[in-house]
């Protein structure tokens, strides 16, 4: 195989919501190409929120790590001189493209500002209103078609789908039966919660029809044969317990990679990543050196067939979203531990997802007193239900678990040990508390 073509789809806010990650949701394309590629079981983000889960996609490096302490738009960037994928694949003789939604910028930028474009290393921005996926999917469909054509090196194109992000009433049309869609075993059965689950399946089914144009597309032009197709997304669901949360349900996120070098096409994979390592397995893909100093390692050989786990544990961490909300955590293949480092609710959940359908029916059960420490056994409790910090029984885990963060933190300098890190709070929650409807602290 030639220095390969690379085409990386993400996705916004999916988790591993898809048919063939056992869901019930419409997914055929998707569905299809995890039949024919490599499918990924344990690969997480280490931030619950898009543009710091995005950054270290890009970077290689937590989000502490390479600056990207919050989201884009809110002034949170990477920092300047930290290199990115785009920028290593250009330095490897990769023309390097964005179409869509990126959520990422590099440097000083002003405030609203969502994408850096050619500082972040891509030698063109496709700017898309709105970023859904069939606009989106158009504009790469006109540029395979081009390059079929006229092709002098190979490509790397970043396409970013604003499915399935809220709000998702423009996909009524698309939408379930509320009373057929799987509720989430984080969630109560209620009305509005169907409801709401019935709606973003409308929004995934847009975003599956999209990821079959582009395979067909490849297919149609004869470059699918030098061409790896990397199908992923930023983090957990849209909805109560997920996104903002770093249980499982906020970090899950979906991996399904195709090559036509591939040895073991339907295979799953069950070692445990995190998507630090994309960025050194692409540039192990492309043949391109890999920067010393990265906190993720390439997995490539898991898609030659390879069995070896690169790693026993990833760090998470989430800083600020729409208001300042500090934690960090570790996850290893058995146990899980959250350290909250302010008063708040149990779950955090930003506001998108606080005034929706489903969290409209969750505040109350939601909103009480967080703990200090959260330790988990998440082979024998996926859902996170049990607590044990407090068990003796488990204190050494704990006081292992502890240490790890806490040498994690010393190590990378981490802000949050100089104190409260500077963001600007969405003026929506003071609205919501003058009506009484969020988290009332303990200190009060």
Same mark, same amino acid.
């Given at each position: 195989?030639?220095?390969?073509?690379?085409?990386?789809? %993400?996705?916004?806010?999916?988790?591993?919501?898809?048919?063939?990650?056992?869901?019930?949701?419409?997914?055929?394309?998707?569905?299809?190409?995890?039949?024919?590629?490599?499918? *990924?079981?344990?690969?997480?983000?280490?931030?619950?929120?898009?543009?710091?889960?995005?950054?270290?996609?890009?970077?290689?490096?937590?989000?502490? @790590?390479?600056?990207?302490?919050? /989201?884009?738009?809110?002034?949170?960037? %990477?920092?300047?001189?930290?290199?990115?994928?785009?920028?290593?694949?250009?330095?490897?003789?990769?023309?390097? #493209?964005? *179409?869509?939604?990126?959520?990422?910028?590099?440097?000083?930028?002003?405030?609203?500002?969502?994408?850096?474009?050619?500082?972040?290393?891509? +030698?063109?921005?496709?700017?898309?209103?709105?970023?859904?996926?069939?606009?989106?999917?158009?504009?790469?469909?006109?540029?395979?078609?081009?390059?079929?054509?006229?092709?002098?090196?190979?490509?790397?194109?970043?396409?970013?789908?604003?499915?399935?992000?809220?709000?998702?009433? !423009?996909?009524?049309?698309?939408?379930?039966?509320?009373?057929?869609? =799987?509720? /989430?075993?984080?969630?109560?059965?209620?009305?509005?919660?169907?409801?709401?689950?019935? /709606?973003? @399946?409308?929004?995934?089914?847009?975003?599956?029809?999209?990821?079959?144009?582009?395979?067909?597309?490849?297919?149609?032009?004869?470059?699918?044969?030098?061409?790896?197709?990397?199908?992923?997304?930023?983090?957990?669901?849209? *909805?109560?317990?997920?996104? $903002?949360?770093?249980?499982?349900?906020?970090?899950?996120? *979906?991996?399904?990679?195709?090559?036509?070098?591939?040895?073991?096409?339907?295979?799953?994979?069950?070692?445990?990543?995190?998507?630090?390592?994309?960025?050194?397995? %692409?540039?192990?893909?492309?043949?391109?050196?890999?920067?010393?100093?990265?906190?993720?390692?390439?997995?490539?050989?898991?898609?030659?067939? $390879?069995?070896?786990?690169?790693?026993?544990?990833?760090?998470?961490?989430?800083?600020?979203?729409? #208001?300042?909300?500090?934690?960090?955590?570790?996850?290893?293949?058995?146990?899980?531990?959250? #350290?909250?480092? =302010?008063?708040?609710?149990?779950?955090?959940?930003?506001? +998108?997802?606080? &005034?929706?359908?489903?969290?409209?029916?969750?505040?109350?059960?939601?909103?009480?007193?967080?703990?200090? !420490?959260? /330790?988990?056994?998440? !082979?024998?409790?996926?859902? =996170?239900?049990?607590?044990?910090?407090?068990?003796?029984?488990?204190? =050494?885990?704990?006081?292992?678990?502890?240490?790890?963060?806490? #040498?994690?933190?010393?190590?990378?300098?981490?802000?949050?040990?100089?104190?409260?890190?500077?963001?600007?709070? &969405?003026?929506?929650?003071?609205?919501?508390?003058?009506?009484?409807?969020?988290?009332?602290?303990?200190?009060?």
């Amino acid at each position: 195989m030639n220095q390969p073509n690379i085409v990386f789809i %993400i996705s916004h806010d999916t988790g591993r919501y898809l048919g063939t990650y056992g869901h019930k949701v419409e997914t055929p394309d998707i569905d299809a190409m995890a039949e024919n590629g490599v499918q *990924f079981n344990q690969y997480y983000c280490p931030a619950p929120q898009c543009s710091p889960s995005r950054a270290s996609v890009l970077t290689g490096l937590y989000p502490h @790590n390479n600056g990207m302490l919050g /989201l884009a738009h809110k002034h949170f960037t %990477i920092k300047e001189g930290t290199t990115t994928l785009p920028k290593e694949l250009q330095n490897a003789g990769y023309e390097t #493209r964005l *179409f869509g939604l990126s959520h990422e910028t590099i440097g000083e930028e002003p405030q609203g500002v969502t994408t850096s474009g050619t500082k972040l290393g891509y +030698d063109h921005y496709q700017e898309v209103p709105g970023n859904r996926a069939p606009k989106v999917t158009d504009y790469v469909e006109d540029y395979l078609e081009e390059k079929a054509q006229n092709q002098d090196k190979p490509f790397f194109i970043n396409i970013g789908y604003e499915e399935t992000h809220r709000p998702f009433d !423009e996909y009524e049309d698309e939408a379930d039966d509320p009373a057929d869609v =799987e509720v /989430l075993s984080y969630l109560p059965d209620t009305e509005n919660v169907r409801k709401d689950l019935a /709606l973003m @399946n409308g929004s995934t089914k847009v975003f599956d029809r999209a990821v079959g144009r582009v395979r067909r597309k490849l297919e149609e032009t004869g470059l699918a044969e030098n061409t790896i197709v990397i199908l992923t997304t930023d983090h957990g669901l849209a *909805f109560p317990r997920a996104k $903002g949360s770093l249980k499982d349900s906020g970090i899950e996120t *979906f991996l399904i990679v195709h090559s036509p070098a591939m040895v073991d096409k339907g295979a799953v994979r069950d070692q445990l990543l995190c998507n630090v390592d994309m960025m050194p397995t %692409i540039l192990d893909l492309a043949g391109a050196e890999i920067p010393e100093g990265l906190d993720g390692k390439s997995f490539a050989h898991l898609l030659k067939g $390879g069995e070896e786990e690169i790693r026993d544990e990833f760090f998470c961490e989430l800083t600020w979203h729409d #208001r300042f909300h500090p934690m960090r955590g570790v996850r290893t293949h058995k146990y899980k531990y959250i #350290r909250n480092f =302010e008063d708040g609710p149990d779950v955090y959940m930003p506001y +998108d997802i606080h &005034s929706s359908l489903s969290g409209q029916d969750v505040r109350e059960q939601f909103y009480v007193p967080n703990s200090e !420490e959260e /330790l988990y056994d998440v !082979e024998n409790d996926p859902k =996170e239900d049990n607590n044990l910090a407090a068990d003796p029984a488990y204190a =050494e885990v704990l006081e292992d678990l502890r240490g790890r963060v806490d #040498r994690w933190m010393k190590e990378t300098n981490d802000p949050i040990l100089h104190g409260p890190v500077e963001g600007v709070e &969405s003026t929506k929650w003071a609205e919501e508390a003058a009506k009484g409807q969020t988290y009332e602290s303990r200190n009060k």
